[in-house]
């Protein structure tokens, strides 16, 4: 994470943030799922309270939840009944492990200067074919919500060079109009690639 106030705002709120009302992102997880091999194993970097991955695993994949903040993978324990890893973007150095890699509004606190990097890292943690989900909260310049929490805010077109410099096979980019934990409208971004 960018900041100590970003990292700091989810260990200090992470049982009200793990346990407020959030709907899963079924349409996105279930076109996710049927792109990756039955029982597949899933990387999900920054898993928050767990919700998406207890859906994955109740699904029969194989699920691998990590978070960046440690106050949220306690909290993601505690419904998972599982370990969860603490650990960031920046730190994954696994190759080809995963059929695919979930980070449903996570990667949009990695620096923009690091997010490069980070792609790559989700790229070489990939087996061949492997698919890749994220969402990221649309702008034009990086900066830092209400809460200090840092965002890269990426444009479309922004984001989807990055992936297209990367080596991806596949790129896809879909937009929709939504909200957040600030309760500020939000223009999403949800990125699909495949290795």
Same mark, same amino acid.
């Given at each position: 994470?960018?900041s100590?106030?970003t990292?700091s705002?989810?260990?200090d709120?992470?049982p009200?943030?793990?346990g407020?009302?959030?709907?899963?992102?079924?349409?996105?997880?279930?076109?996710?799922?049927?792109?990756?091999?039955?029982?597949?194993?899933i990387?999900e970097l920054?898993?928050?309270?767990?919700?998406?991955?207890?859906?994955?695993?109740?699904?029969?994949?194989?699920?691998?939840?990590?978070?960046?903040?440690?106050?949220?993978?306690?909290?993601?324990?505690k419904?998972?009944?599982?370990?969860?890893?603490?650990?960031l973007?920046?730190?994954?150095? @696994?190759?080809?492990a995963y059929?695919?890699?979930?980070?449903?509004?996570s990667?949009?606190?990695?620096p923009?200067?690091?997010?490069?990097?980070?792609?790559?890292?989700?790229?070489?943690a990939?087996k061949?074919?492997?698919?890749?989900?994220?969402?990221?909260?649309?702008g034009s310049?990086?900066g830092?919500?209400?809460?200090?929490?840092?965002?890269?805010?990426?444009?479309?077109? *922004?984001?989807?060079?990055l992936?297209h410099?990367?080596? *991806?096979s596949?790129?896809?980019?879909?937009?929709? @109009?939504?909200?957040?934990?600030?309760?500020?409208?939000?223009?999403?971004l949800?990125?699909?690639?495949q290795?």
């Amino acid at each position: 994470m960018q900041s100590d106030n970003t990292a700091s705002f989810y260990d200090d709120n992470a049982p009200v943030y793990a346990g407020r009302r959030r709907r899963l992102p079924l349409e996105r997880l279930n076109e996710f799922l049927a792109a990756l091999p039955p029982h597949g194993a899933i990387l999900e970097l920054g898993c928050g309270g767990g919700h998406d991955s207890a859906y994955m695993r109740s699904k029969g994949y194989e699920v691998t939840p990590t978070d960046g903040s440690a106050g949220m993978a306690k909290e993601a324990e505690k419904l998972l009944g599982t370990a969860v890893r603490v650990m960031l973007a920046e730190e994954l150095e @696994a190759e080809d492990a995963y059929d695919g890699i979930w980070a449903e509004a996570s990667l949009l606190h990695v620096p923009r200067a690091t997010l490069p990097d980070v792609l790559q890292r989700i790229h070489r943690a990939l087996k061949s074919g492997g698919v890749f989900h994220a969402s990221f909260k649309e702008g034009s310049a990086e900066g830092h919500d209400a809460f200090g929490r840092y965002y890269n805010y990426p444009s479309p077109t *922004w984001l989807t060079g990055l992936l297209h410099k990367g080596g *991806w096979s596949t790129v896809s980019m879909a937009q929709a @109009a939504g909200g957040g934990y600030d309760d500020q409208p939000t223009s999403w971004l949800y990125l699909k690639a495949q290795k």
